[in-house]
């Protein structure tokens, strides 16, 4: 097994890059007609103001040099326009008695569905903008826009769903009653970069459905993407019931919320800055949060675990979008007994993942949009090899500007950053254990509490980990990688992980909340409650529901 400490640029990953004129033509962008849009109150406008440069992480070669190249501009916007998304939302919501708030589910529905074959006619462009913008692979691209896609379908039958329970009477008591879920208000909803669309949508779309306007930021990396989509939203829908923003969040944010007219906060980030966020606001009682926050899922190889299962499920685990995922594995605790046969197999296949560009066949690492991200990562590798901890893979750890060979470093202290700290990148710490009581005591000393990941044959011993941990974390995953997915199943975490529960089902209800009609069940009460339903007078209380 190859021991070496971390090393530095390496120039023999130049060739990884592409000249300008070999790009497949295919997959080179269309001139960008849309980068001056915004949406703002209904209309897609033409901004005037100082544009944001979109430099892409696909660096160039041009001559001996490489470069990043600048692929567009997006709007800079400051806070009068900021202000002008967010009054828009608010006239749109107009306490609850806009036209969008006060429809019908099914005529809600209608607009989502329209709104999806809007989104499909730009298919092609949004995956080519994320290749480009994030450096994701053209085969993940895909399946990003896909899911997003499957997901607003899968959110549409979950709420018939929800119509058709709430669409009878109960009666108890003496009191009549209907029980339906009425929106929020105002949502300010804001991503990550690591998923600027499926993120983004998870938020944006059951919180549209349910009937509350928004105002939509984009994240700092991602931002084009959005563009070619925004004639779609003001097509579909009335006018300030989405409105769009791109800039720095500083400047435009904070206004936001110290104005204390958001409703609901639907962030997925750091817990730093939904700190920042909540603290903001002038009520924060008065706004429902649902966050999407760090992670640092742990891995737990007894000594009884399959090795080829565990090996193909912890590469892919920790690897995926080079790390960049709040869902990866983020640290590996290895029984001593198995330590040095896993760490010869792991290291194998880590160092067979191939480099290369988000088009190549096959590829599995691609450039990292964040300018600095490689040398971050070697920060984490010095701070482990400091610690006593050396990079196990051979030529792990070196880059070139935006790639990075991942580096699995052993055996990681807990003195080191790498053991408790969040490192979103391709580095992947392992440490040794001897008892499975020392990684119950680190899962109950972490900040985080999203996921945890066992890998072992022994159903008893997998047995007596599975309740002490269930009360630490939200999912444990048995013989396989950490993941948000299948969207139908709760995606939520414990501690600074997450603030409410994501889920196709869980979305719609953490965007609404329980109201409902009661009288008393007396023959005047009956029969106004039959007139107004009978004449399908009132869009909240009817017994249609939606097949």
Sequence with gaps: MNMSNAQNSDESLAPLFPLA?????????????????????????????????????????????????????????????????????????????????????????????????????????????????????????????????????????????????????????????????????????????????????????????????????TPKFGRLLHQPLLRAFAECFPPGVVNFLSGA???????????????????????????????????????????????????????????????????????????QRCTALKILFVHESIASEFLEKFCAAVNALPLGMPWDKDVKLTPMPEFDKAKSMNGYVENATACGAKVVNAGGGVYLETLYRPAVVYPVAPQADLYFKEQFGPVVPVCVYRDEREFLNYVAQSNFGQQVSLFGRDHERVARLIAPL???????????????????????????????????????RCFSIRSLVAAQANPDSRQLIQDIVSGRHSSFLHTDFLL
Aim: proline share 6%; with cysteine.
């Design 21 to 217: 004129d070999a790009i497949p033509a295919a997959y080179r962008l269309d001139p960008r007609y849309y980068e001056r849009w915004y949406l703002i109150n209904g209309e897609v406008r033409e901004w005037n103001g100082p544009l944001a440069e979109i430099h892409s992480p696909i660096c160039l070669r041009d001559g001996g040099a490489l470069r990043r190249p600048m692929i567009g501009h997006v709007p800079a916007m400051d806070e009068p326009t900021a202000m002008a998304a967010l009054d828009a939302a608010v006239q749109a919501w107009d306490e609850g008695r806009g036209r969008w708030p006060t429809l019908t589910v099914s005529a809600r529905i209608e607009a989502v569905e329209a709104f999806v074959s809007g989104m499909l006619a730009v298919r092609d462009e949004v995956v080519k903008l994320l290749m480009w913008e994030i450096g994701k692979s053209l085969d993940d691209s895909r399946k990003e826009f896909d899911r997003t896609v499957e997901y607003i379908r899968k959110t549409i039958e979950a709420l018939k769903d929800i119509d058709r329970a709430g669409s009878r009477f109960s009666l108890d008591g003496g009191v009549i009653a209907q029980v339906r879920r009425a929106p929020l208000g105002v949502v300010l909803s804001m991503g990550p970069f690591n998923y600027p669309l499926n993120e983004i949508y998870t938020t944006l779309i059951p919180a549209l459905i349910m009937g509350n306007t928004l105002v939509v930021k």
């Design 249 to 323: 969040g500083s400047e435009i944010i904070g206004p936001i919320m110290k104005s204390g007219r958001v409703n609901a906060l639907a962030f997925i980030g750091s817990s730093r800055v939904a700190d920042i966020l909540k603290h903001q606001h002038p009520q924060p009682h008065r706004m429902r949060c649902i966050l999407g926050l760090d992670a640092k899922n742990p891995a737990l190889i007894l000594p009884d675990a399959d090795l080829e299962v565990t090996v193909k499920e912890c590469v892919t685990g920790s690897l995926s979008f080079n790390g």
């Design 470 to 508: 269930a009360n630490q974390v939200c999912r444990i995953n048995l013989n396989c990688q950490c993941q948000r997915g299948p969207d139908t199943l709760p995606f939520t975490g414990r501690k600074d992980s997450a603030e409410a529960t994501l889920s196709i089902s869980d979305a719609l």
